[in-house]
């Protein structure tokens, strides 16, 4: 089972950017498409970017294209999520999770981490 981490959330001002790291355990990593996901206070969690196993197909929420871009690093079991041009609606606590594909963004694991939050400030 993949247990997963994520990390580099803060505080920033709208317009600027911030880098997502979610590192993975587990040698099975790279079998996985990835995705990740955001819930603001008192939303539902939603789909924010997927990318598939080998990183050559992604996909993304609509308000979010253009401006976060998602990647991955299959040797480090990392896959990251550049946020750049931040709105203040992109406030939430951000989370990853592996999904069934870039464009079938269903989580695949039961147990979520702990997430990152995200902040941008008007």
């Known amino acids: 089972q993949v247990q997963l981490g994520e990390s580099g959330g803060g505080l920033v001002q709208t317009g600027g950017s911030l880098r997502l790291s979610c590192a993975a355990s587990?040698?099975?990593?790279?079998?996985?498409?990835m995705g990740w996901f955001r819930q603001a206070p008192g939303k539902e969690r939603e789909f924010v970017a997927g990318?598939?196993?080998?990183?050559?197909?992604?996909n993304y929420e609509d308000s979010v294209k253009g401006r976060f871009t998602i990647s991955r690093d299959n040797a480090k079991n990392t896959v990251y999520l550049q946020m750049n041009s931040l709105k203040p609606e992109d406030t939430a606590v951000y989370y990853c999770?592996?999904?069934?594909?870039?464009?079938?963004?269903?989580?695949?694991?039961?147990?979520w981490g702990q997430g990152t939050q995200v902040t941008v400030s008007s």
């Open positions: 587990g040698r099975t990593f790279s079998t996985y498409a």
């Open positions: 999770n592996a999904i069934i594909a870039s464009w079938n963004p269903k989580p695949r694991l039961d147990s």
């Open positions: 990318i598939s196993m080998s990183g050559g197909a992604t």
